[in-house]
């Protein structure tokens, strides 16, 4: 009987004692994944090219991303130039085909981040990381100029043009019933062939369609605004958490210096709303 009750004190000390060990050997669990959150400790991040972001992008996709000549330019090009600034990093972007992006963001050594008017999606979150939110944007549908919109079922048994792999893409299969999605490799081939008459209807994200339609001389319209209420962000592999939060800690400064607005309004003509 006395025994029995020895044992027992002595469990529950031992209990005790390590539940004691337990928790101060747990105490930093927290701070153990954000390791670079106090800027004493030098971010572990890893780079393609030490020194620099390099960007995975569809450079045909204005006002966020486009060639001029050789350059990049665009909303997503000065937004990220200015995040990595702040991190003290060279930003230099390579055009990819978007629909590419992901896996090869995913199998890793080409680029580091990914920076395309991509909308973060519960779907593509399950590949990849994003950054927080750093735009807002809706679908929208496009026709020749002169056409009218009635009604989604309008384009049943008609070709709609979309980018191969976007959110377009999937709102109009979705969407349009009866209507062929014809995929395209940008969105700038999906437009010619709206010129061209070999589809009925271009399906992209209404910023880009209102910058290309504000071409009077490629006769065509948004006919349809569609309130998808997408978000992009930046697209950063799961194993690369420092990079990750350096980018959101760099576009947070961005966004309260100021800078964030400076740059909306040189791409967008407005203020950010
Ligand atoms: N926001 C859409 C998506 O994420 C379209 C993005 C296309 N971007 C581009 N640079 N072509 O699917």
Do not use: H
Not at 3 to 21: E, R
Not at 29 to 36: K, L, Q, R, Y
Not at 192 to 207: F, H, K, T
């Amino acid at each position: 009987m006395r025994k029995a009750s020895t044992w027992l004190v002595l469990f529950v000390v031992l209990a005790m004692a390590l539940a004691v060990a337990g928790c101060s050997g747990s105490q930093p669990p927290a701070s153990e994944s954000t390791s670079s959150s106090s800027s004493s400790t030098t971010p572990n991040y890893k780079l393609v090219t030490p020194g620099q972001i390099t960007v995975g992008s569809d450079t045909s996709f204005p006002p966020f991303e486009s060639m001029n000549g050789d350059v990049a330019e665009g909303f997503d090009v000065d937004l990220l130039t200015a995040i990595g600034k702040e991190a003290g990093l060279k930003v230099v972007f390579k055009t990819e085909v978007f629909d590419t992006l992901i896996p090869s963001l995913k199998a890793g050594g080409k680029f580091d981040v990914i920076a395309s008017a991509m909308t973060i999606t519960d779907e593509r979150k399950k590949e990849i990381d994003f950054s927080d939110p750093y735009i807002d944007s809706n679908q929208s549908i496009a026709m020749k100029k002169g056409s009218t919109f009635t009604s989604n079922d309008q384009f049943s048994g008609k070709k709609v043009g979309v980018q191969s792999g976007t959110t377009g893409e999937a709102w109009a299969k979705e969407n349009l019933k009866g209507a062929t999605t014809v995929p395209f490799k940008t969105a700038t081939e999906a437009f010619s062939a709206l010129r061209a008459g070999s589809v009925e209807a271009v399906v992209n994200d209404l910023p880009v369609t209102a910058y290309i339609v504000k071409d009077p001389s490629l006769g065509i319209e948004i006919v349809k605004e569609v309130p998808t209420g997408e978000q992009y962000g930046f697209g950063v592999s799961k194993d690369n958490p420092d990079l990750l939060k350096a980018i959101n800690d760099g576009l947070a400064k961005v966004k309260s210096s100021g800078e964030y607005d400076t740059i909306y309004k040189k791409w967008f003509g407005t203020t950010a709303q």
